[in-house]
């Protein structure tokens, strides 16, 4: 602290100290009759040596960096995606790195040829047509050619798979990745996050997890009996305080109400999935495997479906140089064929720890920076097989051997009756929208997401 304060003192008094001092300077050219800014011709000569000099110093720490620190923080890239993607990565920096050199030789160069000489005249030179079209036709051009191949390999990332690529979801969540994989059909089955959770069948002593909301038509079924039991556990917080058995505060109950409502509206749109999937949507389902790490054939193209539950995420592979965002609400897709497998790249980078990783590259809350998961290329289709028989490294994605009970109650479900805080709540509800009350509810829930 007093090494700070000293030191700040001396920055603040060196800081006046050259202030009066060009005062000073000021002060003499004046009794001298000289003009600020008459410079004699040996200072005029010495800031033009000294462009030359920056200019060089300039130039040659860029190459030193280059030399240094250019090739990179990464190993070679290990997918075909990646190799076009390093390879467009270099044009950019060959075309970048060359209109650096020739525009900075220019600006630096000129000041230092066409210094101040008193036997030397300026040419007016005010405007020239064929100039101006060089210097916006070329920069033009060479953009172009930039984005017309970004968007060729931009395409090859999110384009059309191949009919013999391997379809793999990768799901994320706060605050890690879950895979999984669509099985020997190549198919992955329906998903909906309505459906994802985990229900409880207190009676039978079952839990039936859903953590991707994966469609069949069990699995549906189990999603509307977990949304009853949530439901009439509200109800009966609700009914409790109609017969003064508890008491909550005006917020509470809003709340409470609130949620209902919503569990309702998810639960009515439940219902009516049952009639939107085929069995063929099952069979798709059944195959689909869950894995906590990422294994992949070397030569194999993959088509990945990327999906989030909760905030955006993003899907990197900084090995393959891929990329994508995981959006709610939303699939994207990334292709990739890895090209090295684990074993090669280890020997490749002379590092037998090494592994490939799959990180999150888009801040999603407290724990991102650990939202990883372990990546592994084997050589071949066998090995690959036994890693997924292996017990304990994969399980299916729907227990549906499970059968959700079959006493689930498919009615609507009916609103308890008004509590005597009354805001206009029950009754109205059954009529539908547009009720004052119900306009007011809405009002209510709206701010509560705030
Ligand atoms: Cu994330």
Do not use: A, L
């Given at each position: 602290m007093g090494m700070k304060l000293v030191v700040l003192i001396v920055v603040v008094l060196a800081v006046i100290a050259v202030a009066q001092i060009m005062r000073v300077y000021e002060l003499s050219t004046q009794i001298r009759g000289k003009r600020e800014e008459d410079v004699d011709l040996r200072t005029n000569n010495i800031n033009a040596s000294l462009m030359m000099v920056f200019l060089l110093v300039f130039f040659g720490s860029l190459f030193y960096m280059m030399i240094e620190y250019g090739a990179g923080l990464m190993p070679v890239a290990a997918s075909e995606i990646g190799a076009d993607i390093d390879w467009l990565y270099a044009v950019n920096w060959w075309i970048v790195i060359a209109v650096f050199l020739f525009t900075n030789a220019l600006l630096f160069g000129f000041a230092w040829k066409y210094a101040y000489h008193p036997d030397k005249k300026a040419h007016w030179f005010p405007h020239d047509n064929k100039l101006e079209m060089i210097w916006t036709v070329v920069p033009a051009g060479v953009l172009a050619v930039i984005i017309i191949l970004g968007l060729m390999t931009w395409n090859k990332i999110t384009g059309e798979p191949s009919d013999d690529a391997m379809i793999v979801e990768i799901y994320g969540k706060q605050f890690n990745w879950t895979v999984r994989y669509s099985g020997d059909d190549n198919k992955l089955g329906y998903a909906d996050y309505k459906l994802v959770g985990t229900a409880e069948d207190a009676d039978r002593q079952m839990t039936y997890p859903n953590e991707l909301g994966v469609v069949t038509k069990n699995s549906i079924n189990w999603g509307i009996y977990r949304i009853n039991s949530e439901i009439s556990g509200l109800h009966s917080e609700l009914e409790k305080e109609a017969n003064g058995e508890t008491v909550f505060s005006e917020a509470g109950l809003k709340t409470r109400i609130a949620k209902v409502e919503k569990l309702e509206r998810i639960r009515e749109r439940m219902l009516d999935m049952e009639g939107m999937y085929g069995d063929s949507i099952d069979a798709w389902a059944q195959d689909d495997f869950i894995t906590k790490e990422l294994v992949l054939i070397k030569g194999q193209e993959y088509q990945f479906i990327l999906r989030s539950q909760d905030v955006l995420h993003s899907a990197y592979f900084p090995h393959f140089r891929a990329q994508m965002n995981c959006v709610p609400g939303y699939r994207t897709t990334l292709r990739v064929k890895p090209t090295m497998t684990t074993q090669e790249m280890r020997d490749e980078v002379g590092d037998q720890e090494f592994n490939y990783i799959l990180l999150c590259n888009k801040i999603c809350g407290v724990s991102h920076y650990n939202m990883k998961m372990p990546v592994r290329v084997v050589a071949d289709s066998s090995e690959f097989m036994n890693w997924v028989t292996e017990a304990g490294n994969s399980y299916p994605a729907l227990a549906d051997t499970l059968l959700a009970p079959s006493t689930i109650d498919k009615k609507r479900m009916e609103m308890p009756a008004p509590a005597?805080?009354?805001?206009?709540?029950?009754?109205e509800h059954e009529e539908g929208h547009g009720e004052e009350g119900h306009d007011d509810e809405g009002h209510h829930e709206e701010n509560e997401h705030h």
């Open positions: 005597h805080h009354g805001d206009g709540h029950g009754d």
